[in-house]
């Protein structure tokens, strides 16, 4: 029997020669400011160069009031903003995956929008209509609710509210498309046996839909909160972290250490790997409470 040749190590040399260039742009661009980074983390500007500091980076963020309240802004906005995203995201996307709909397209589309709508757009459009002589005061004054304009984005709690509803409007379509899409490769079969069942729209809904969502609702859940993590342009656009560092993120306050203080890259790369450290605690979490229920 004539045996087959195995091709033998130079058969993936195309291959490899393919990917280099992507690969070599891979390294530079992003593996090595991740290590250089996170050297830059153990490091202080001292004496006109960089010297190493151990852990001083990380131990001077629990004393540092800014620091503290931006990572409780934030942790404010992920747990307020993430569930009524997701909640808002499911709830149209089951409406929109109505065999009863008209008009699907324009609606999806509709909804789909605001996602492709540029940050720093929105953000100056949430900020227009929330100021003093914004649309928001006027339709009020009209109305007869306010006898004078009110300062939304100079009030703390308003100011982050704001960037809440902000966000919800700007990222829930996003989430819709991966929920709509699911719910679509559900079989048909299965709601017709809940119907024969006896079983009614909201029992359908959390007792077959819900269920089989439960991966993509995980999916976006890790999405969305390390999104919220992220957050900068909100802030940055509407509020400029105010009032008096109020609405401030952690994002927001990196940059500050970079680029608007006076430069403290080394401070800046610490608390960018504690964004990170908390992303994968988070991360786990959710797997792991996820992985209980089933």
């Known amino acids: 029997m004539k045996r087959t040749k195995k091709a033998g190590p130079n058969y993936n040399v195309y291959g490899w020669i393919f990917i280099s260039l992507a690969f070599l742009l891979y390294i530079i661009f992003t593996i090595y400011?991740?290590?250089?980074s996170l050297l830059l983390a153990f490091?202080?500007?001292?004496?006109?160069k960089y010297a190493f500091v151990g852990l001083k980076n990380f131990k001077r963020m629990f004393g540092d009031a800014i620091f503290l309240k931006s990572l409780g802004n934030t942790f404010l906005y992920m747990v307020i903003q993430v569930p009524?995203?997701?909640?808002?995201?499911?709830?149209?996307?089951?409406?929109?995956?109505s065999k009863?709909?008209?008009?699907?397209?324009?609606?999806?589309?509709s909804v789909f929008l605001p996602c492709v709508t540029s940050l720093v757009a929105y953000s100056i459009i949430f900020k227009m209509l929330f100021s003093l002589d914004g649309l928001l005061n006027q339709v009020l004054i009209k109305l007869g609710i306010l006898d004078a304009p009110y300062q939304y984005l100079q009030d703390s709690t308003w100011a982050r509210a704001v960037i809440i509803i902000a966000m919800i409007w700007r990222w829930t379509g996003y989430n819709v498309i991966f929920y709509l899409s699911a719910m679509q490769n559900i079989p048909k079969e299965t709601f017709e046996a809940a119907k024969v069942d006896g079983a009614n729209a909201i029992q359908t809904f959390f007792k077959i839909t819900i269920p089989q969502l439960k991966p993509i609702v995980l999916l976006t859940t890790i999405m969305s909160t390390n999104g919220t993590l992220q957050l900068f342009d909100e802030t940055m656009?509407?509020?400029?972290?105010?009032?008096?560092?109020?609405?401030i993120t952690?994002?927001?306050y990196i940059y500050n250490q970079s680029f608007v203080y006076a430069p403290n890259f080394?401070?800046?790369?610490?608390?960018?790997y504690m964004v990170v450290f908390i992303m994968i605690i988070?991360?786990?979490i959710q797997f792991t409470v996820a992985g209980k229920e089933d």
């Open 43 to 48: 490091q202080s500007f001292e004496g006109g």
């Open 100 to 109: 009863f709909l008209k008009f699907k397209g324009f609606f999806r589309t």
């Open 282 to 284: 988070l991360a786990i």
């Open 33 to 36: 400011p991740a290590i250089d």
């Open 84 to 97: 009524l995203m997701l909640l808002f995201a499911l709830i149209i996307a089951t409406l929109l995956n």
């Open 237 to 247: 656009n509407i509020t400029q972290g105010g009032p008096a560092n109020a609405t």
């Open 250 to 252: 952690v994002s927001h």
């Open 266 to 272: 080394g401070y800046a790369s610490a608390i960018s």
